[in-house]
């Protein structure tokens, strides 16, 4: 019986002019993404985007659009012809295979096609009567329904359905470029990248590692992480860059003042990011910084941090409480990852009382006792690459070229 899924953009609908590229690019992911179904096909009408199930199972495709950025909602409908008798069945169909015991219901009628015969209040209370006399167990109820039934007229037919599931808003995936996210094994960077990911900016990522003080499980947590939220992106698939930063690291804590030590630190984590996000062609990086979180999060270390760099810096969980990000980490199933417990270059030579309103020209004085150019230079020739993709799913990536041929 239910047959479709309609897929509603959303936010989508207001980009006038560059509607088209934004529907364009969510289509594709939404057919790259189901291509290992065979028996579905797809339908673009423009405002909508109609699945054609050909009876295959809709539950793994369900969870699959969950997680596709750009799609605002979608239902499961069943579909008739735009005429009254046919439309008055499959109403009667629907409500019998949904209804258990008593149920409230109501129904909403939307008539799109402006051409059809009847109004839709008329329509409504033509499927009123026909379902209240051949159905038993149900009552009208305009204000607190159990089932609320949807019909929805249109020139390509009737859709009716009665649930509609949330999907996951933003943008469709990559339609504002790339960004490069600087992603530690901690709980709020990876979230940040998901922000991101949902948002449409594509990434890379740059994870700074200082072995032998930092471990290897530390980086293995990291390429995880990476995996779990690489199913939100089109490609399913991120480049990771490891660099290594003991010497940096080593520099700052045998030559800077103490309470410097984190504010130094994260200024080289920044330039070597800005550099490496030019060479990938990346527009910003993306942080999991919070403001106030920790001493290098305050307004005055993030200016002080943030003056080496003139790359813009998206940071999705600037205001955002910890409650809520540790709520978007269990849902996205980071969290038991996150809190493995392997230290990571932040937690390594933390100094006892980090400053939290550190002066930029006492940072510069600090920072200019060793010969950190030569070593930021040395640390991006040597690190390494991941191209790593999501666990779950892997099969249904399929390159650019061939999607045109196969739809
Ligand atoms: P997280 O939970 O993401 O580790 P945090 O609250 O611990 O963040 P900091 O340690 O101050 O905060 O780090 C702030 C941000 O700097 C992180 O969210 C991340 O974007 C970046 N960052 C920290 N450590 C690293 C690292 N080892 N490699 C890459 N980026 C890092
Ligand atoms: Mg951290």
């Given at each position: 019986?239910?047959?479709h899924i309609l897929i509603r953009y959303g936010e989508l609908s207001l980009k006038k002019g560059n509607r088209k590229t934004f529907t364009n690019r969510l289509n594709n992911h939404i057919?790259?993404?189901?291509?290992?179904?065979?028996?579905?096909?797809?339908?673009?009408?423009?405002?909508?985007?109609?699945?054609?199930?050909?009876?295959?199972?809709?539950?793994?495709?369900?969870?699959?659009?969950?997680?596709?950025?750009?799609?605002y909602s979608f239902s499961l409908v069943a579909k008739t012809n735009s005429n009254i008798d046919d439309i008055k069945n499959l109403a009667e169909q629907v409500l019998k295979s949904?209804?258990?015991?008593?149920?409230?219901?109501?129904?909403?009628?939307?008539?799109?096609?402006k051409n059809f015969p009847l109004k839709s209040p008329e329509i409504t209370k033509e499927v009123a009567r026909h379902i209240f006399k051949n159905i038993e167990n149900i009552k009208a109820d305009m204000h607190e329904p159990d089932l609320t039934m949807n019909i929805d007229v249109r020139p390509e037919g009737t859709f009716i359905y009665t649930k509609v599931y949330k999907g996951l808003g933003g943008f469709p995936s990559g339609i504002l470029g790339k960004g490069l996210l600087l992603i530690s094994g901690g709980l709020d960077s990876v979230v940040g990248g998901y922000l991101a990911l949902k948002k449409g900016i594509e990434l890379e990522a740059i994870h700074f590692a200082s072995p032998p003080h930092t471990s290897a499980q530390a980086e293995q947590k990291v390429i995880d992480l990476i995996e779990k939220i690489a199913c939100y992106d089109s490609n399913q698939k991120i480049t990771l860059h490891v660099i290594p930063f003991t010497k940096i690291q080593e520099q700052i804590y045998r030559n800077c003042q103490d309470d410097y030590g984190i504010t130094i630190m994260r200024r080289m984590m920044y330039r070597i990011a800005e550099r490496l996000a030019k060479s990938v062609n990346a527009v910003a990086l993306v942080t999991g910084e919070s403001v106030g979180q920790v001493a290098s999060q305050t307004l005055e270390s993030l200016a002080v941090i943030n003056e080496v760099t003139n790359i813009p810096i998206v940071r999705p969980l600037s205001t955002m409480d910890k409650e809520d990000i540790i709520k978007i980490a269990r849902d996205i199933e980071t969290y038991d990852i996150s809190i493995k417990p392997y230290e990571d270059c932040c937690t390594i030579f933390v100094p006892r009382h980090p400053q939290i309103k550190p002066k930029l020209s006492k940072a510069i004085e600090e920072e200019n006792k060793f010969d950190y150019e030569s070593l930021i230079e040395e640390a991006l020739l040597n690190k390494k690459v991941y191209h790593l993709s999501s666990k779950k799913h892997t099969n249904i990536f399929i390159n650019d070229e061939n999607i045109e041929n196969l739809f």
């Amino acid at each position: 019986m239910y047959d479709h899924i309609l897929i509603r953009y959303g936010e989508l609908s207001l980009k006038k002019g560059n509607r088209k590229t934004f529907t364009n690019r969510l289509n594709n992911h939404i057919k790259r993404a189901l291509s290992s179904f065979e028996k579905i096909r797809f339908e673009d009408r423009g405002v909508r985007y109609y699945v054609h199930l050909n009876g295959t199972e809709p539950d793994e495709i369900i969870e699959i659009l969950r997680k596709i950025p750009g799609i605002y909602s979608f239902s499961l409908v069943a579909k008739t012809n735009s005429n009254i008798d046919d439309i008055k069945n499959l109403a009667e169909q629907v409500l019998k295979s949904e209804i258990k015991g008593n149920t409230k219901i109501k129904i909403e009628t939307n008539r799109a096609d402006k051409n059809f015969p009847l109004k839709s209040p008329e329509i409504t209370k033509e499927v009123a009567r026909h379902i209240f006399k051949n159905i038993e167990n149900i009552k009208a109820d305009m204000h607190e329904p159990d089932l609320t039934m949807n019909i929805d007229v249109r020139p390509e037919g009737t859709f009716i359905y009665t649930k509609v599931y949330k999907g996951l808003g933003g943008f469709p995936s990559g339609i504002l470029g790339k960004g490069l996210l600087l992603i530690s094994g901690g709980l709020d960077s990876v979230v940040g990248g998901y922000l991101a990911l949902k948002k449409g900016i594509e990434l890379e990522a740059i994870h700074f590692a200082s072995p032998p003080h930092t471990s290897a499980q530390a980086e293995q947590k990291v390429i995880d992480l990476i995996e779990k939220i690489a199913c939100y992106d089109s490609n399913q698939k991120i480049t990771l860059h490891v660099i290594p930063f003991t010497k940096i690291q080593e520099q700052i804590y045998r030559n800077c003042q103490d309470d410097y030590g984190i504010t130094i630190m994260r200024r080289m984590m920044y330039r070597i990011a800005e550099r490496l996000a030019k060479s990938v062609n990346a527009v910003a990086l993306v942080t999991g910084e919070s403001v106030g979180q920790v001493a290098s999060q305050t307004l005055e270390s993030l200016a002080v941090i943030n003056e080496v760099t003139n790359i813009p810096i998206v940071r999705p969980l600037s205001t955002m409480d910890k409650e809520d990000i540790i709520k978007i980490a269990r849902d996205i199933e980071t969290y038991d990852i996150s809190i493995k417990p392997y230290e990571d270059c932040c937690t390594i030579f933390v100094p006892r009382h980090p400053q939290i309103k550190p002066k930029l020209s006492k940072a510069i004085e600090e920072e200019n006792k060793f010969d950190y150019e030569s070593l930021i230079e040395e640390a991006l020739l040597n690190k390494k690459v991941y191209h790593l993709s999501s666990k779950k799913h892997t099969n249904i990536f399929i390159n650019d070229e061939n999607i045109e041929n196969l739809f």
